[in-house]
């Protein structure tokens, strides 16, 4: 642990900390949505599990960065003249992801608008293991991301350059389970919150989809498809969908508040209204 009487460290540390657990908040989103599905005693430990497996599956890419870094070469390419690519492990895996996404946020929509009310027995039928098997193929998704994150934010170079490779990994993990502990703090109120209130449920579906759509797009710009000869797919900077997802949450928010806050209507003849009923009750 020398590597934090650096004072650069500690940025670094601060720093990765704070992108981590803003990578974070799709995850924890979808956590809620999941583990809302299950029995109350259940929903805790679906929490947990996850993001205890987002931090196991951050750690281990961290040690096989070398992999990582591997999987962005191309292994098949293809030009079909109005259409061309190259197709690369870590292409597939995001643009699974984003497909998975789409389909689970899309069909969680249409069951809460179109479906059968929900039951006690039915919340159980859908299984903690299921569940979290849910999460695990959503984390590895999301442990990409979040581990490409830190690899660009912390330089790996010998000093006084970077870090070295010992040190930045120390930061990486420092950084990754510190992000962990604090989305494992905020994690149960979060799927509280979203759980009581079935306009957020919706909002963060509809998150869930732009996420999807951001994944699909990364992916596309990853395998460097292009349609004829210059129509090249980019990615979508996160940077939007973040102020997006924060924008909604806002008006969601002063929403809440309002229909908190509204007194229930009043008729202007209400008043003569009750009276005459009154009296009219007083004579029979």
């Not at 069951?111 to 027995?121: P, Y």
């Not at 732009?210 to 349609?227: D, P």
């Not at 806002?250 to 009043?266: S, T």
């Amino acid at each position: 642990m020398e590597i934090l009487s650096n004072p650069d460290a500690w940025i670094a540390l601060l720093t990765l900390t704070f992108l981590e657990i803003i990578l974070g908040i799709d995850n924890i989103v979808f956590l809620s949505i999941v583990s809302g599905k299950l029995k109350a005693e259940d929903q805790p430990k679906a929490r947990r599990i996850g993001l205890l497996l987002a931090m196991l599956f951050r750690i281990i890419l961290l040690f096989g960065i070398t992999w990582v870094m591997g999987l962005k070469e191309s292994f098949y390419d293809f030009d079909f003249g109005f259409f061309s690519g190259g197709i690369s492990g870590q292409s597939l895996i995001i643009f699974g992801g984003g497909l998975f996404l789409l389909y689970k946020s899309v069909s969680e929509i249409h069951h809460k608008l179109e479906g059968e009310e929900e039951s006690t027995a039915g919340k159980a039928s859908s299984g903690l293991s299921g569940a979290i098997i849910q999460i695990a193929l959503l984390n590895i998704v999301f442990s990409f991301d979040s581990i490409l994150t830190a690899i660009g934010l912390v330089s790996s170079a010998e000093p006084p350059a970077g870090f070295g490779y010992a040190g930045s990994l120390e930061i990486m993990i420092m950084a990754i389970i510190l992000s962990i502990i604090v989305m494992l703090a905020f994690a149960g109120p979060v799927s509280k919150f979203v759980n009581e209130h079935p306009t957020i449920q919706i909002l963060g579906l509809s998150f869930l989809i732009l996420i999807g759509v951001m994944l699909l797009a990364e992916g596309s710009h990853l395998a460097n498809f292009k349609f004829g000869n210059d129509i090249e797919v980019h990615s979508i900077p996160k940077g939007y969908l973040y102020f997006a997802i924060f924008f909604s949450l806002f008006v969601e928010f002063l929403n809440l508040k309002m229909k908190k806050n509204r007194k229930p209507v009043q008729l202007k003849n209400s008043k003569i209204m009750d009276e005459k009923l009154t009296n009219d009750d007083f004579l029979d």
